[in-house]
């Protein structure tokens, strides 16, 4: 019988996961592994004002042709002090041999959402991701649908946008962030 923490990745003894080679699905998207780090600006109709935020987006793999997927924000204040966290959203995104990419993302909120898109590029990257369905627990706030996209530029900064259609709204403008790789 063969050993499983042989063949297979294991935490360290400081919890640390020994990663295998990605994936070759994983191509087009293979610049964004790691974390990012950033702020960004968010508004919406059905907010009282706009606001300024910190976020944190983490994108790792296990050696198959997923992407795991986590993002934390926190809400700031003028002088970006941080008040208290807000988003925060896990999942995965599946790579299929054409660029494409199907997506699984849960809110503690109560929203899961599938959204589809396409990744292009290596060296510099482009995600683009609509929502394909939403799904909501009874008390989650009303969410049709999402647009995010993902751009990696020449400097090495990670650009996010997202678009939200939700509590009768039609899709629009929410958010948008400048990240940098923390490692």
């Not at 087009?28 to 960004?40: K, S």
């Not at 700031?76 to 995965?92: K, T, Y």
């Not at 627990?137 to 400097?155: Q, S």
Request: with cysteine; aromatic share 8%.
């Amino acid at each position: 019988m063969s050993d499983p923490a042989a063949e297979y990745p294991y935490p360290d003894a400081h919890g640390a996961e020994e990663s295998p080679a990605p994936h070759a699905l994983l191509a087009p998207v293979i610049a964004l592994l790691g974390t990012w780090h950033g702020r960004g600006r968010g508004e919406y109709p059905t907010l009282a004002e706009d606001f300024s935020y910190a976020q944190e987006v983490t994108f790792r793999h296990d050696g198959r042709p997923f992407l795991h997927y986590e993002a934390r924000a926190w809400l700031l204040d003028a002088e970006g002090v941080p008040l208290r966290p807000s988003a925060r959203e896990s999942g995965w995104w599946r790579l299929q041999p054409d660029g494409r990419v199907e997506a699984l993302i849960t809110q503690p909120t109560g929203i899961a959402e599938i959204a589809v898109g396409h990744a292009t590029g290596t060296a510099g990257c482009t995600v683009d991701l609509a929502t394909h369905e939403v799904a909501l627990t009874p008390t989650a706030k009303k969410v049709e649908g999402t647009r995010r996209r993902y751009g990696l530029t020449d400097d090495g900064t990670l650009t996010f946008v997202h678009d939200l259609a939700a509590l009768g709204e039609p899709l629009q403008h929410h958010l948008s962030a400048e990240l940098r790789r923390r490692n």
